[in-house]
């Protein structure tokens, strides 16, 4: 037995001698200055007791690794094969082909033809269960009675397989603004695939393009329980007993660097179901749960870093219960990834599951105060929103009327304005951006995109929150390509480096995100060297850093002398307080600080170049 005679030497921590410990570091300002809010509302608070009532939520079978699932959006046949059996001989468990006007889909689709499905399925072993995911959108009956096809075609017994088979014309509906089917064809399509001897599941609840979008979890959430529902009422509608119904639905959920939200997001999902099927009279089931990396977190800037943010994603899906995660590559959001990028998403969850043993654990979780409190936050909040479709009757109607898509559209302007003014930030496209970054390298293959008839709806158009960052740098290497050199700006440092380096790193990462190359010194300055180096630099803009008392002491002096020397523009890093009308009278004409809106100071900057 160990010894733990230390241990209890220590008090025993209270709740009540930490917050007098906080009262004393926050010297008067308000405890709530600790706590954080979601896009839901829900209060994130900065500590949280164990939770006495937590209990582990059923999802994966208790040390059962998760699916790696391997996404397809390649549009060769041959190449996609090639891939496919790359990614199965290398560490993913299961496939998910990716077809035309699917959910997610980015212009990159297998053809909806039965040699081409033949020939990138080619030498895959479907027999002995290996996981394929169709990801359909337009002609999905077609597509799944292809695949369905060619499992005859093969002699192989239709049992023995693992597909899901993915139809999901709600989400079609509401991220395209209309769907070529219907919640009834779905019910027609399960009845003849199980008659086949097909095990399904068939129906996908996707919540996955509400997060794209720019929504909250609990909207995403709701509107994946309310396709859910529609399908069981139309299984049901379609003579099929609830106990089997409801083993043809399986989940999608976005998983993204929020890594808390992901995990309770999931966990919630588990939850919410469950009270789904005792409502219906049923005893619960576990439910098959997806996941896939966040679109909206991609970023073309900096790729590499989406790297980190998948591994944060991936680990809070699996965490979080998920059967099966899809790690989109580093690269997607510049194109078709190559070789090298798949590898990396590939061995990203190899890494999580051998190395790190993540899925042994059911639940690990459970008992923790702060996610068995944001669990049921989010269960709440989702529930509540669930209620208001079904008093409206049903996701159909709620989509027919614009309400959800105003909301969520509402939801995307804060996560916007949030962006612009650097309270969220995505590292190396917001913050600390690289303007010497090299070149990433996808697949030359131009996207493409199909009809699925006129607009019924208003759709649910996804997004990337680093995109507004990235026109900027695009402008900038505009300018380098046309003219030698990027958009300037001369950091006029004042005093000594411990005066100025706080404020001159952050007025180098908000130029530099918008593409503008900062020039700044590294040793003390007296004013005649700052003069002498905005003259070098080739600068029109200047940005003044130093701290409160330089400023007060120096900083009207040598903004009137950097004004005069030719600057065309002069900022101020920090908020000036009293010396606002003296700098401004000596030429300060902007001033830059944490909170303001970075987008409009960068934009503002492009105006001030003439560029």
């Not at 020939?119 to 359909?136: K, M, R, T, Y």
């Not at 003259?535 to 130093?546: I, K, N, P, Q």
Request: with cysteine; aromatic share 6%; proline share 4%.
């Amino acid at each position: 037995m160990s010894d733990l005679s230390l241990v209890s030497a220590f008090p025993k921590a209270e709740e009540t001698a930490w917050k007098e410990l906080v009262e004393k570091a926050l010297k008067g300002a308000p405890f709530s200055v600790l706590e954080s809010k979601t896009y839901d509302g829900i209060v994130v608070e900065p500590l949280y007791p164990p939770a006495e009532a937590g209990a582990v939520i059923p999802g994966r079978d208790p040390g059962a690794p998760w699916e790696i699932t391997q996404r397809l959006d390649l549009t060769d046949p041959g190449t996609a094969n090639g891939q496919i059996l790359e990614d199965l001989n290398n560490g993913a468990s299961g496939i998910a082909l990716v077809f035309q006007g699917a959910v997610g889909e980015c212009g990159y689709a297998l053809p909806a033809d039965a040699d081409a499905i033949g020939a990138a399925l080619e030498g895959v072993h479907l027999e002995w269960g290996v996981p394929l995911e169709l990801q359909l959108g337009a002609n999905a009956a077609a597509i799944a009675n292809m695949v369905a096809d060619l499992v005859d075609a093969r002699g192989l017994p239709a049992n023995h397989t693992n597909i899901r088979f993915g139809f999901d014309p709600i989400g079609v509906l509401a991220a395209k603004g209309a769907a070529d089917a219907s919640p009834e064809d779905v019910a027609a399509l399960a009845k003849e695939l199980s008659a086949r001897g097909f095990k399904g599941p068939f129906a996908a609840a996707d919540g996955r393009l509400v997060h794209d979008a720019g929504g909250t979890e609990a909207q995403e959430l709701a509107f994946a329980l309310a396709s859910a529902i529609c399908y069981l009422r139309a299984f049901e509608a379609a003579g099929i007993p609830l106990e089997e119904a409801r083993k043809m639905i399986f989940f999608r959920l976005a998983a993204d660097q929020n890594q808390f939200l992901t995990t309770a997001k999931f966990r919630a999902l588990r939850k919410l179901w469950s009270r789904v099927e005792e409502a219906c009279g049923l005893d619960p089931e576990v439910a098959f749960v997806t996941g896939e990396t966040a679109w909206r977190m991609m970023t073309k800037r900096h790729a590499q870093a989406n790297i980190i943010r998948g591994t944060i994603a991936t680990l809070a899906a699996a965490v979080g219960g998920a059967n099966a995660v899809t790690v989109l590559p580093y690269t997607a959001a510049l194109g078709l990834a190559e070789d090298f990028a798949r590898r990396v998403a590939r061995n990203t969850q190899t890494v999580l599951l051998e190395e790190s043993n993540l899925y042994r654990v059911a639940d690990p979780a459970a008992g923790s105060g702060a996610l068995e409190a944001l669990t049921g936050d989010l269960c709440t909040a989702a529930w509540r929103l669930f209620q208001k479709f079904e008093e409206a009757g049903g996701v159909l109607n709620v989509l027919e009327s614009g309400l959800f898509q105003d909301a969520v559209a509402e939801t995307r302007t804060r996560r916007e304005t949030a962006m612009a003014k650097r309270k969220e930030s995505l590292i190396g496209s917001s913050e600390f951006a690289d303007l010497g970054e090299d070149d990433l390298e996808v697949m030359d293959v131009a996207p493409t995109s199909v009809e699925l008839g006129t607009q019924t709806v208003k759709p649910l158009t996804p997004m990337r929150l680093s995109a507004p960052f990235e026109a900027l740098r695009d402008r900038s290497d505009a300018l380098l390509a046309k003219t030698g050199t990027r958009p300037r700006i001369f950091l006029a440092c004042l005093g000594r480096p411990a005066d100025f380096n706080g404020r001159a790193s952050f007025a180098k990462s908000l130029f530099e995100a918008g593409g503008i190359e900062a020039i700044a010194a590294t040793s003390q300055q007296t004013l005649d060297k700052t003069l002498e180096g905005f003259r070098e630099s080739g600068a029109s803009l200047v940005c003044l850093c130093s701290s409160d008392k330089v400023y007060a002491a120096e900083g009207a002096e040598a903004a009137k002398a950097l004004r005069d020397a030719g600057a065309a523009h002069v900022y101020l890093a920090g908020k000036p307080g009293d010396l606002e009308a003296a700098l401004r009278d000596a030429g300060v004409e902007s001033f830059v600080a944490a909170g303001d809106n970075a987008l409009e100071t960068l934009t503002g900057a492009y105006e001030h170049l003439g560029a």
